[in-house]
């Protein structure tokens, strides 16, 4: 390929990027306040935020891009460029998959982790923020991963929109060179590596956030001390 070319190739992973990073932060704000919802004690949150989860769970992404850029615009007047509108489409769909991970983590926790904070009289914010999310998330991180990556590869829908995303930019390398085999190849490895990238950093997140899980208690400190930092839900040694 002539450097042009691969220049339009590298703008369009920028455009891929971009819009990875940007979906993937509200896909995981979403995630975690629906999730969370999903748990909540009363049954008008739960009902809403499952709502919210089966509507776009239930619906294609590229429906919801559709919906997003083509029938936002003459409904209220206001029109989002492609970047926008692949975020929120993308970002409220993977979101609602993202809710449930966060739900069934929340669910497998101990019930006596729960029970120990009301035990301590923990406000529920402070049993979900100091009990049951730091023994909840490095649960999440596996399937987040897979999630991500999923998303990763739904960023290609917005090609649709003329969005100059890297399907889209190999798309017109393709029919500038009229060779689909080289170019199709070139465009499967890009996303592949992008897709180990990812896999591999979420691999370090989550050994990180299970460094301190499961170790025995350091030299010194005493069994009440150990039960009382397993009830507030610290796994690290003190």
Known sequence: MTPGLWELVLKGIWTTVQL???????????????????????????????????????????????????????????QLVPLWAGTLALGLTYGAYGSEIVRG??????????????????????????????????????????????LLKGTALVSIMGMGDLAFSGNLVRLALQESAEIYTYILLIYFVIAFLLTRVMRGLEKKLKAGVGKTPARGVTADEFKRAQTTGVGGAV
């Open 105 to 150: 983590a929340l669910n497998a926790v101990d019930p006596a982790q729960k029970e120990g904070g009301i035990a301590l009289s923990f406000t529920p914010w402070q049993r979900m923020r100091l009990v049951l999310l730091p023994q909840a998330v490095p649960e999440m991180i596996p399937p987040f991963s897979n999630l991500l990556v999923e």
């Open 20 to 78: 990875l990073v940007l979906s993937a932060l509200l896909a995981a704000a979403v995630s975690f306040v629906v999730g969370v919802a999903r748990t909540h004690r009363l049954w008008i949150v739960r009902f809403l935020a499952g709502f919210y989860t089966e509507v776009f769970r239930g619906t294609s992404a590229l429906v919801m891009i559709f919906w997003v850029f083509f029938v936002l615009p003459p409904a209220f007047g206001w």
